[in-house]
């Protein structure tokens, strides 16, 4: 995917135009209001000055896993009240996304007015990325921006579909979120640690892989730590392990000396017996583990050994927590790790991006968020991307056309 090839919104008068901007509107909502708006507060800049430019600006989404057509609860009709609250404009909303209510709520639009419409995935021709319902979609437009770069790992109608139709472009939201991965992974300043940790070996199988190809420092946590320690031959006791992965682990560990990528494992780990808030427990050396007790964090001889491999490198990369950070005390190895990269960040010495669900509440849960170079809300596209994959909603926009 050459990626030089994407061209940007910014490049093209809108003026008059009626410019389709997918965006990722899945906010949290609870009894009809908006509980966090921080991905809307993300996204609406980049719809504010489409408008300020002229366009006629029509926002699509999808909202939920709605089963079998259109469900009250997953109406995107709450979220255009907080678009309209926080742009402190007007927003329209279309009762529906294709057909004669869209195309009435477009008509109505003047120059730098704003729509949102309905739930995308009403309509099962959006999962599908049904040609019919992207071309009934691109009716409403007459250029299309993908800004959501959190949906890009699936070929939708509204994140693929759309770019047969309609001249194609990548938002500001999309663009920044690509940059900030290209940093930290394609081109990035040297050396390079990458930090993975979460539960499993066999869900991060490919992001492993992928990552002792490019990175130079490849610092392991959290339960999948467990699986390679016990493949190193070190008994892990009750924690969560996958022995099954064993080999798996164990030629992983073979690539990256190939590839001259440093591993690093716990030293020592907090243990306890029970898996609980407020549990007892005591910090150990990896090998003195009790057949009866659970790593639940890394203890702070590894959090010292990790940090001063931090202070080597000048690009980190990091996804999934080093410990079972919800549950207290369980979270002390991440949020110390969370505020030594922000610590660094801030004093200009680590370019630091860090992405997915759980990273990015342990971030916030360690108050440094804001400190890091980047972090990304995007969670399955996140990954998809440290895999090496590419993603669809990407390339599309990519792609060589006549635009
Ligand atoms: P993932 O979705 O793969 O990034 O996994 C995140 C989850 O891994 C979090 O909910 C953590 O609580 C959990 N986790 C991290 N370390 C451990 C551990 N040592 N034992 C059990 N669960 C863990």
């Known amino acids: 995917m050459n990626l030089d090839k994407l061209k940007t919104i910014d490049e093209i008068d809108v003026s008059g135009k009626r410019v389709l901007v997918r965006a990722d509107l899945n906010v949290p909502i609870k009894d009809g209001r908006v509980t966090d708006a921080t991905r809307l507060e993300r996204v609406l800049p980049g719809v504010k000055a489409l408008a ?35 742009l402190g404009r007007p927003v329209a909303f279309g009762s529906d996304s294709i ?96 930090v993975v940790g979460g539960a499993k070996v066999s869900t991060k199988i490919p992001v492993l892989t992928n990552l002792v190809a490019k990175v130079d420092k490849l610092i392991i946590g959290g339960g999948m730590a467990n699986t390679f320690l016990q493949a190193t031959g070190v008994m892990v006791g009750n924690s969560l392990a996958e022995p099954e992965f064993d080999a798996t682990a164990r030629d992983i560990m073979t690539e990256a000396k190939r590839k001259g990528c440093e591993i690093i494992l716990p030293v020592d780990a907090v243990i306890a017996r029970e898996f609980k808030e407020g549990a007892a427990s005591e910090v150990v050396a990896v090998d003195n583990v009790p057949f009866d007790a659970m790593i639940l964090d890394v203890g702070p001889k590894s959090v010292t050994r990790v940090t001063s491999v931090l202070e080597s490198c000048k690009t980190l990369l990091w996804n999934g927590p080093l410990g079972a950070f919800e549950i207290s005390p369980f979270g002390e190895g991440t949020f110390a790790l969370a505020r030594a990269a922000a610590n660094l960040t801030k004093a200009g010495k680590l370019v630091s991006v860090a992405g997915g669900g759980d990273t990015v509440a342990a971030l916030n849960a360690a108050g440094v968020t804001e400190d890091f170079t980047y972090v990304s809300t995007a969670g399955g596209a996140f990954l998809e991307w440290l895999e090496g994959r590419e993603l669809p909603g990407v390339m599309a926009l990519a792609r060589e056309k006549a635009n």
């Not at 109406?75 to 678009?83: N, V």
């Not at 009435?104 to 019919?132: I, Q």
Request: charge should be negative; include cysteine; hydrophobic fraction near 40%.
């Open 52 to 86: 300020d430019r002229g366009a006629k600006v029509i926002v699509i989404s999808h909202f939920g896993r709605p089963k079998n057509g259109p469900e009250a609860e997953l109406s995107l009709k709450p979220i255009a009240e907080a678009m309209q609250h926080l």
């Open 99 to 194: 057909g004669a209510d869209a195309d009435k709520t477009v008509g109505s639009l003047k120059n730098g007015d704003v729509a949102l419409l309905e739930n995308l995935r009403f309509h099962k021709g959006e999962e599908k990325n049904d040609p019919k319902f992207a071309e009934e979609l691109a009716k409403l437009g007459d250029i299309f921006v993908g800004d959501a770069f959190s949906c890009a790992h699936r070929a939708h109608a509204s994140t693929e579909g759309l770019t047969h139709f309609l001249p194609s472009f990548a938002g500001p939201l999309l663009m920044e979120e690509i940059n900030a991965l290209r940093t930290a992974l394609e081109k990035p300043l040297r050396p390079t640690a990458a």
